[in-house]
């Protein structure tokens, strides 16, 4: 013990007294805490007598200071969470003993948006040991948090944080819209996308290392495959961290803990249903020992949520006259609708199979429509197995080895609406031909073949492993780190019951009436072998894979008067490599199967990094007004062998001048790589005529060259963020908390496409000049004319081109997003259980984006497809023994939907959730083994979400599933055993 306290003592800073300095060894599982409310020095004795631990604090710090109340079979690390809760001190572990340090874990950074974290040391934007991210905010979400939350999936926990934004790949958006990215998963994974600044800008490590990545390209890591139920806690820094962590950590780094030091076993049961419409059910089993020098967990977890039909909610659908909205239904129905030769359109009659239609039956002037979303799922049927394993050794009294694996299946099924529509061109030979005035020409059919091929259906399964391994020696008081770690991630999507128009084309011109296609009636006549021989698919598989190493070092350097001026060093290796691998049978004769062309090879990053935390004014040095000060500098080297190298610093300050008040700042800069996919170039390329509106051609419409696919030399994104703001913890008023941080991102050389709005570039100038070229230089004209991928379906010479649309994918736009993020709390004692009520949220000023180069910048705040300004979530719970009552309110502002004329307003969206918990068995229920049985109730009032006009490309929908999602009530009911 004695050179342990010596080395803590150092770290403090302070004259320090050793509360319990036991000779056995300390506890690490659950024991039994009776402590009462009493003087916080006797309180720290009696809890160090239970749990063996060492805990060392000055005298100054604990005078004045009363503990809160600990009774149950607990950890040692809930316990002591609960005993300082509301003290305004925080806990460090230094050299194995327990350092108590003026400040307030709590509001470190922003808070919990739940409760106060049950581990005290937070360490995610930071790689110095025992040191939080200074001047950085953090939310942390322990596990207490967590099951007060109701919420069975990592998804829906993050989701629900005020600074996520729906928008991006995720289960509820993709189908539903093509905005931010979501068209690019097709495996109907989930993602969290802070800030809205996009999926791929926030960087996901478990355990503080990355695994492999999903989507297109690897746009983001997929949090549908970790287990909740291994999860400790969840570490949210909504900063900028590429400093500290390497690419992608733009918006923030999302750090999921798991729960590698548990005890035990622990058996879970949940069951639940959105109120008979989807049912869910979930089972995971946990499993953990320690023994000297030695620790072991096992996780298992295994989930199934049905699918919910669009067909059980009003709001989806694509006729929207009862909502007052137009009618979007698709003209592709069935029976469908002819077109002549002379254009005019004829409505094939009901109730007939088109084997004895006539012209005379035809509905002249009639266009049958069709709903397709009404028949689909709005949600997939899931089913996903976890396997989780770690493990350390102690392999001498300074060696430690620590190895941990992740894996995953996920497999999925929904019924989509049908994306691969036809107009079938129906030559004369047909013996089911019909011509409506009589021309004895071809026409053309609007179909839907859902009667014949039955519904699109979308399925697959992703399978992912996550791996790492390290060795931590310690020499002194330095700690130096050597790992690795192996992720892989492999998707496999099917698209079923969808045509091949080439052998269509040939059943259309089938003389044969027994073998011949027919589309003039109902679906119900067609020869099963003519539809299996139509029948085509659309499969797919990604493949992504990740190596890295890594060598690290952190301890301190020298003493100042305020402590140990602190480094963290190291060097890091990252391989990663991306397949993609299409089997395309929709268009020819045969299937073509086939790697997609011109993906980059394999990606690899060197990088060098160092942090130094300097304590400037602490307890041993402190004057009025600065009772202490921190700063850190950081800075990161990447190297990357596809387009070169990036520098990225950060700084941080965080100021105590008086107790309970914590001012702080930082800022860095960040920077996001190109994904895979983005970096085709010209092997995914479109160059194509068409005529588009212009109001200054005197017809009022131009010829143009419009350019679609992938832009060459896509470099990385870069940002430049700062943020500021404060936290008070009183402790004048034990339990109260606020944090408020005010944060300005300026985002430059953002990758994306303006695709969706080509039709829009020469009418709306101001927004897309950047991305338009007038009067082309014939030659440039004639190199795209000469390009293989060129089609020219107006049948232009290239002097009869007045401009270049450039609708690719390459760095266009320029994004600077400030607002606020801001926690209050009070969690004081009330009728013999503690009252825990406060608010979360987020307010968004302002988010200037230039669409293109040398537009103007438009303010996208509160519009569609974008944030909206305020998004709250408030708490109330009441918690005693083994009880536990807690009720959510969470907000989603209000938003102008300006892609429909005329503009419409949204109404804002408030929905309540309520969990309820009770301990049965132990000291008075208040043992945490035993029975612990729980009902959730999300959305418990049922609001449906605000009505939107939302068209996409192919459907239509009557809400907003980025702002919003379809569930209705869900009520859960679970059971959880530990023994």
């Not at 963290?568 to 049978?585: L, P, Q, S, T």
């Not at 870069?718 to 500021?724: D, E």
């Not at 303010?859 to 944030?867: I, M, T």
């Not at 702002?963 to 055993?977: C, D, E, F, H, T």
Request: net charge neutral; charged share 20%; proline share 5%.
């Amino acid at each position: 013990m004695t050179m342990k306290f010596f080395a803590a003592v150092l770290a403090s800073g302070v004259s320090a007294t050793a509360l319990y300095a036991p000779s056995a060894c300390a506890q690490t599982g659950e024991q039994t805490y009776n402590i009462e409310a009493q003087r916080l020095s006797d309180a720290l004795r009696k809890y160090s007598e239970i749990s063996g631990r060492e805990v060392i604090a000055a005298s100054s710090l604990l005078e004045g200071r009363r503990s809160n109340r600990v009774r149950g079979r607990l950890s040692p690390d809930a316990a002591l969470s609960r005993l300082l809760s509301g003290t305004g001190l925080t806990i460090e572990l230094v050299e194995g003993a327990w350092v108590l340090r003026s400040g307030n874990a709590d509001a470190v950074g922003l808070g919990s948006t739940e409760v106060p974290s049950s581990e005290a040391i937070i360490v995610t934007g930071s790689r110095i040991r025992g040191a939080g991210p200074v001047g950085s905010p953090v939310v942390s979400i322990d596990r207490e948090a967590i099951e007060k939350s109701g919420f069975a999936t990592v998804q829906q926990m993050l989701q629900s944080l005020p600074q996520n934004f729906g928008g991006g790949s995720n289960e509820t958006t993709t189908g539903a819209t093509t905005r931010n990215g979501t068209g690019n998963d097709a495996t109907l994974g989930s993602s969290i996308n802070l800030r809205g600044l996009g999926t791929s800008s926030t960087l996901v490590l478990i355990d503080g290392s990355r695994p492999a990545l999903g989507g297109v390209g690897g746009l983001f890591t997929d949090i549908s495959l970790i287990p909740m139920g291994a999860v400790e806690r969840l570490e949210v820094l909504t900063d900028g961290a590429s400093a500290i962590y390497g690419a992608d950590a733009v918006a923030g780094v999302v750090n999921v803990r798991l729960r590698n030091r548990f005890e035990g076993a622990e058996t879970m049961l949940r069951a639940g249903t959105a109120d008979g419409d989807m049912t869910e059910v979930q089972f995971s089993q946990l499993f953990g020992k320690a023994w000297g020098g030695g620790r072991l967990v096992l996780a298992y977890q295994f989930s199934e949520r049905g699918s919910l039909a669009a067909a059980t909610r009003d709001f989806a659908r694509e006729d929207l006259r009862p909502f007052g909205g137009p009618d979007y239904r698709s003209l592709y129905g069935v029976p469908g609708t002819i077109r002549a030769a002379n254009n005019r359109i004829f409505g094939i009659p009901a109730g007939q199979d088109g084997r004895n239609l006539t012209a005379a039956q035809l509905l002249p002037g009639v266009q049958n429509r069709r709903d397709q979303r009404e028949p689909s799922d709005l949600l997939p049927r899931q089913r996903v197995h976890s396997l989780y394993a770690s493990g350390e050794i102690e392999l001498s009294d300074t060696l430690t080895f620590r190895a941990s694996g992740l894996a995953a299946e996920r497999r999925y099924r929904k019924v989509n609406n049908s994306n691969f529509l036809r107009t079938v061109r129906v030559p004369v030979t047909n013996p089911f031909y019909v011509d409506p005035i009589g021309t004895n020409q071809p026409v053309t059919v609007l179909y839907s073949f859902v009667n014949d091929l039955g519904p699109q259906i979308n399925s697959g399964r992703v399978r992912a492993i996550s791996l790492s391994s390290s060795l931590e020696q310690e020499i002194g008081p330095w700690r130096m780190s050597l790992g690795g770690a192996y992720g892989a991630q492999k998707g496999r999507a099917f698209t079923d019951n969808v045509f091949n128009s080439a052998r269509l084309a040939a059943a259309l011109a089938d003389t044969n009436r027994a073998t011949a296609f027919n589309v003039f009636g109902d679906g119900s006549a067609n020869n099963p072998a003519t539809i299996a021989a139509i029948r085509g698919h659309y499969n797919t598989v990604d493949d992504f894979r990740t190596w890295s190493a890594a060598l690290r070092a952190d301890g301190p350097l020298f003493a100042l008067p305020a402590g140990d001026v602190r480094l963290a060093a190291g060097a890091e290796y990252r391989r990663e490599a991306y397949d993609y691998f299409v089997d395309n049978d929709l268009s020819t004769l045969v299937p073509n199967a086939a790697p997609y062309p011109g993906l980059p090879g394999p990606r690899k990053v060197k990088s060098v990094y160092a942090e130094l935390l300097v304590p400037i004014f602490g307890a041993d040095n402190a004057v009025p007004g600065f009772r202490k000060l921190d700063l850190t500098l950081a800075g990161r080297i990447e190297d990357y062998n596809q387009f070169g190298r990036t520098e990225n610093p950060k700084m941080g300050m965080r100021w105590e001048p008086v107790e309970g008040v914590a001012l702080r700042t930082s800022y860095g800069t960040s920077f996001r790589a190109p994904l895979f996919d983005e970096q085709l170039g010209e092997n995914l390329s479109l160059f194509t005529t068409t005529t588009v509106a212009n109001p200054a051609s005197p017809s009022g419409s131009s010829n143009v060259l419009a350019l679609f696919g992938y832009a060459p030399d896509i470099r990385p994104e870069k940002a430049t963020t700062w943020t500021a703001g404060f936290d008070i913890a009183p402790p004048s008023l034990p339990g109260l908390k606020a944090s408020l941080t005010y944060y300005d991102v300026d985002y430059r050389d953002r990758i994306g496409s303006v695709t969706e709005d080509y039709l829009r570039f020469l009418t709306r100038r101001d927004l897309f000049g950047g991305v338009v070229t007038d009067n082309p230089p014939i030659d440039l004209v004639q190199f795209y004319f000469n390009k293989p991928t060129f089609s020219n379906l107006i049948n232009i010479t290239p002097g009869q081109v007045v401009a270049i649309l450039d609708g690719r994918t390459r760095n266009l736009a320029r994004e600077r997003q400030r607002g606020i993020d801001f926690d209050i709390g009070y969690a004081p004692e009330f009728a013999g259980g503690i009252l825990d009520f406060g608010i979360s949220g987020t307010h968004i000023f302002s988010i200037k984006r230039q669409l293109t180069p040398g537009a103007t910048s438009s303010d996208f705040v509160g519009l569609f497809a974008n944030p909206v300004e305020w998004r709250l979530r408030g708490r109330m719970g009441w918690s005693t023994g083994g009880f536990s009552a807690n009720a959510f309110v969470n907000y989603i502002d209000g938003y102008t939907n300006q892609v429909v004329t005329p503009i419409e307003s949204v109404s804002s969206w408030t929905t309540v959730d309520l969990s309820v918990s009770q301990r049965i068995g132990g000291a008075g229920g208040e043992d945490r083994r035993g029975l612990q049985l729980g009902l959730s109730i999300q959305n418990l009032f049922d609001r449906d979400p605000p009505y939107v006009n939302n068209r996409s490309n192919t459907s239509a929908l009557g809400y907003d599933p980025e702002k919003s999602n379809p569930l209705g009530r869900m009520i859960s009911i679970q059971a959880v055993i530990r023994w």
